[in-house]
């Protein structure tokens, strides 16, 4: 069991420019998560996959942010024109399929600053 | 927004001491996970405790679980300076198709003295 791998763990970009970030579930794994984090805070809610179809957006994924899950493995979470208040920690997570009760594991997380 | 909160926001204790978190919420649950994250990593997952159920053990670990209060702890017990970190309670709410979506508290920070 190889754990959530996220990439890269640390991303300084300027104002204005985009970013994409890579998760890797665990192999096992057909639900995938992305959380922000800001400091201080909890993780927030993003976005969910069931395989490759993303069912569920939060409010807080503007039209800046896209997430994509090809072929229901790795996910990628993108964001254009990036602002300053994007600065945060973009945590993946990912579980099985079954009932309400499955542990939900994260990986390290993506370091964002925006310049 | 914040669906738990955690009390105290910050907790400091001498090695060997027992850390009890606590843990509300709003509105009812299908379960409550807590967990562990160091400073700048990610968060390492701790216990699992459903709806049904009203306390699990995991090693030093002790959570309890009151539907009737919607209130949950997470006692660590003797504690080490390892277990220094910010602790988290989410709750995967009730209702609707459950896809495991957390909505989490701000966390307690424990600090543990040696």
């Known amino acids: 069991d190889t754990g959530v791998s996220q990439d890269p763990r640390h991303k300084i970009t300027k104002r204005g420019q985009n970013v994409t970030f890579r998760c890797d579930p665990i192999s096992e794994h057909n639900r995938l998560y992305w959380y922000r984090q800001t400091l201080g805070q909890g993780p927030e809610f993003l976005t969910y996959?069931?395989?490759?179809?993303?069912?569920?957006k939060s409010r807080l994924l503007s039209d800046r942010f896209s997430a994509e899950r090809p072929k229901g493995s790795f996910s990628t979470l993108e964001i254009q024109r990036t602002e300053q208040g994007d600065s945060a920690m973009y945590l993946c997570?990912?579980?099985?399929?079954?009932?309400?009760?499955?542990?939900?594991?994260f990986g390290e997380g993506s370091w964002l600053t925006v310049v | 927004s914040q669906q738990g909160e955690e009390d105290p926001q910050a907790l400091s204790i001498q090695e060997g001491e027992n850390a009890t978190m606590n843990c509300s919420y709003k509105t009812s649950i299908n379960n409550l996970q807590w967990y562990r994250q160091n400073s700048g990593r990610g968060l390492v997952h701790l216990i699992l405790i459903r709806s049904n159920e009203r306390e699990k053990h995991s090693g030093r670990l002790r959570v309890t679980l009151d539907t009737s209060k919607k209130s949950s702890s997470l006692l660590i017990t003797a504690s080490r300076a390892a277990d220094t970190a910010s602790y988290f309670c989410?709750?995967?709410?009730?209702?609707?198709?459950?896809?495991?979506?957390?909505?989490f508290g701000q966390g307690t920070i424990l600090t543990v003295h040696p």
């Open positions: 997570a990912s579980s099985r399929r079954g009932y309400s009760g499955n542990t939900i594991y």
């Open positions: 989410a709750t995967d709410l009730a209702g609707g198709t459950s896809y495991g979506k957390l909505t």
């Open positions: 996959f069931q395989n490759e179809a993303q069912l569920e």
